[in-house]
C-alpha cells in the first residue's frame, strides 16, 4: 500500500560549556522527511529518489548511497537484511539547520536516517534501540541523544564487553560504505550491541531561551577536535565536573539564578583549544555577562562551533547585538534567532 509520512529531527546544541561529549539541548530548528511509498517498481538506484530544499541543497548529494540520510537508513535496513529501500520511496528533505555550524545538522540527519528506516521497513525499533544504530555512526552521544529524545538531555556510553565493544569500534567504512569502492561487500554488516548508550532528561525552567548566533562560515565537527589535547590535567577536569554538577539542575530553577549559570557555564576542557578555529573566541565569549546585559544567563560554543549560545531570559536583542558587533570586528557576519527547547525530540507522523 502507498504510504505517507514525515519524520521531523530538532537541531542541537552539544556541551552548554563543561559538558564535553555528555549533555545536549535540543532546539526548535527541525530537519523534514516528507516520504512517500509507491509500489511500483521505478528503477531508481537503491530505490530511492531523494529532492531536497533548504540549507546544503547546492552541494549535498541526492543519490541514495551518498547522502547521509539515506546512507544511514540503508545501514539500518542492511542490518535486517534488506539491501535497498523495499518499495519505490521518494525522501522530499527540507533542512533550515545550518551545516557544520555546531547546530547538530549531521546527528539530525543520522537520527533521521534512522528513523527513516524503522518507518520503511515497519521494524517497530523503540527510540532507545534506535539509538545504538546512531551511535554506531556517531560515536558521541550529546547531539543524537538530545535530537532523538529530547529537550536539555544528559548522556553517557556504556562500558561495553570486550565483544560488544569490538562491534563498536569497527571502521565507520563498515557501517556506512562509501559508494564506490567502498566495502560494500553484500555481507550484512555489523549490527549495534544493544544498550550502547544511557541517558536522562534534565528539567528546563521555561523562561529560558537560548540565543543562537551563527556565523556564516562552516567548521567541521572532526577539524574541530582535531585541536583537542588527548590528556587533560585532574585540575582542569575537576573544574568542568564541578560546574557540570551544578549546571544541570541550576538551569531547572525558576526563577534562574544568572551568577550561578554564568559560572557554571565555564569550561576548560574545549572552548580554550578551539579558539585558533574561530576568530575572536575567547573575547567573545567574556563580551558578555550578567552585569553588562540583564537577561543573560551564561554563554558557551554551541557544540564544536562556529555558533555562539547565549542562555537569556530577555533582552535577547541587545546581548545579540554586543556578540554580532565582537565576531564583525574580526570579519565574520552571523545570523541570529532565539531558539526553544525541542521537548519532544524525533517525531514520525503518519499520514
Ligand atoms: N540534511 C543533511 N543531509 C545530508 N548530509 C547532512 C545533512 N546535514 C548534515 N549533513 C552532513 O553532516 C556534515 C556536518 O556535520 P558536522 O558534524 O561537521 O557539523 P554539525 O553536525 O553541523 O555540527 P556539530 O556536530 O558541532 O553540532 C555536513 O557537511 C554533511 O556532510
Ligand atoms: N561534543 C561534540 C559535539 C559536536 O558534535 C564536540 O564538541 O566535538
Same mark, same amino acid.
Request: with cysteine.
Given at each position: 500500500m502507498?504510504?505517507s509520512? !514525515?519524520i &521531523?529531527?530538532p ?9 564535553f561529549?555528555?549533555?545536549g539541548l535540543a %532546539? ?10 509507491d509500489?511500483a517498481?521505478? =528503477?531508481? $538506484?537503491q530505490?530511492?529518489?531523494?529532492s531536497?530544499?533548504g540549507?546544503? @541543497?547546492s552541494?549535498?548529494p541526492?543519490e541514495a ?7 544511514t537508513?540503508l545501514? /539500518?535496513?542492511?542490518?535486517h537484511?534488506i ?13 533550515p539547520?545550518p ?5 547538530g ?7 533521521a ?5 524503522n518507518?520503511?521497513g *515497519?521494524?517497530g %525499533? ?12 556517531e560515536?558521541?552521544p550529546?547531539?543524537? !541523544?538530545?535530537?532523538?529524545?529530547g529537550?536539555f /538531555?544528559?548522556?553517557?556510553l556504556?562500558?561495553?564487553?570486550? /565483544? ?6 569497527? +571502521? ?5 560504505p ?5 566495502l560494500?561487500?553484500g555481507l550484512? +554488516?555489523p549490527?549495534p550491541?544493544?544498550g550502547? =548508550? ?6 528546563? @525552567?521555561?523562561?529560558v531561551k537560548a540565543? @543562537? ?11 574541530s577536535?582535531s ?6 590535567s ?5 573544574f568542568?565536573?564541578q560546574r557540570? @554538577?551544578v ?7 525558576s526563577p534562574p539564578?544568572?551568577d550561578?549559570?554564568? *559560572?557554571a557555564?565555564q569550561?576548560?576542557?574545549? *572552548?580554550?583549544y578551539?579558539?585558533t578555529l574561530?576568530p ?9 555577562? +550578567?552585569k553588562?546585559?540583564p ?5 558557551c560554543?554551541s557544540?564544536a562551533g562556529?555558533?555562539?549560545l547565549?542562555?537569556?531570559t530577555?533582552n535577547?536583542?541587545k546581548? #545579540?547585538?554586543e556578540?554580532?558587533a &565582537?565576531?564583525s570586528k574580526?570579519?565574520?557576519?552571523? #545570523?541570529?534567532?532565539?531558539?526553544? $527547547?525541542a521537548?519532544?525530540? #524525533? ?5
Amino acid at each position: 500500500m502507498p504510504r505517507s509520512f !514525515t519524520i &521531523r529531527v530538532p537541531c542541537s546544541s552539544a556541551n552548554i560549556g563543561p559538558g564535553f561529549d555528555v549533555v545536549g539541548l535540543a %532546539l526548535s530548528i527541525w530537519l523534514e522527511l516528507r516520504v512517500k511509498t509507491d509500489e511500483a517498481i521505478s =528503477g531508481v $538506484p537503491q530505490n530511492c529518489e531523494i529532492s531536497y530544499e533548504g540549507e546544503g @541543497a547546492s552541494d549535498l548529494p541526492r543519490e541514495a548511497d551518498s547522502n547521509l540520510i539515506t546512507r544511514t537508513a540503508l545501514y /539500518v535496513l542492511k542490518c535486517h537484511d534488506i539491501r535497498s529501500f523495499p518499495a519505490t520511496t521518494f525522501v522530499h528533505i527540507v533542512n533550515p539547520i545550518p551545516l557544520g555550524r555546531g547546530l547538530g545538522s549531521s546527528g539530525a540527519a543520522v537520527v533521521a536516517g534512522v528513523m527513516l528506516a524503522n518507518s520503511i521497513g *515497519q521494524f517497530g %525499533l523503540s527510540k532507545e534501540r534506535m539509538m545504538d544504530y546512531c551511535l554506531m555512526i556517531e560515536r558521541h552521544p550529546d547531539n543524537v !541523544t538530545a535530537a532523538m529524545m529530547g529537550g536539555f /538531555v544528559g548522556s553517557y556510553l556504556r562500558e561495553l564487553d570486550p /565483544v560488544d565493544m569490538e562491534r563498536k569500534e569497527i +571502521p565507520l567504512s563498515e557501517v556506512l560504505p562509501e559508494p564506490a569502492g567502498g566495502l560494500d561487500t553484500g555481507l550484512r +554488516p555489523p549490527e549495534p550491541p544493544y544498550g550502547i =548508550g544511557h541517558h536522562i532528561k534534565f528539567g528546563w @525552567a521555561k523562561e529560558v531561551k537560548a540565543i @543562537a548566533i551563527i556565523p556564516n562560515f562552516e567548521l567541521s565537527t572532526a577539524n574541530s577536535r582535531s585541536v583537542l589535547p588527548k590528556m587533560y590535567s585532574a585540575k582542569d577536569m575537576i573544574f568542568n565536573l564541578q560546574r557540570l @554538577a551544578v549546571l544541570t539542575t541550576a538551569l531547572t530553577r525558576s526563577p534562574p539564578d544568572a551568577d550561578l549559570i554564568y *559560572q557554571a557555564m565555564q569550561d576548560k576542557v574545549h *572552548q580554550p583549544y578551539r579558539k585558533t578555529l574561530i576568530p575572536g573566541l575567547t573575547e567573545i565569549l567574556l563580551s558578555v555577562t +550578567p552585569k553588562s546585559h540583564p537577561g543573560l544567563l551564561g554563554i558557551c560554543l554551541s557544540g564544536a562551533g562556529p555558533t555562539i549560545l547565549a542562555l537569556a531570559t530577555h533582552n535577547f536583542d541587545k546581548i #545579540a547585538s554586543e556578540i554580532l558587533a &565582537r565576531f564583525s570586528k574580526e570579519g565574520v557576519e552571523c #545570523a541570529w534567532k532565539v531558539l526553544e $527547547p525541542a521537548y519532544n525530540g #524525533a517525531e514520525h507522523v503518519e499520514e
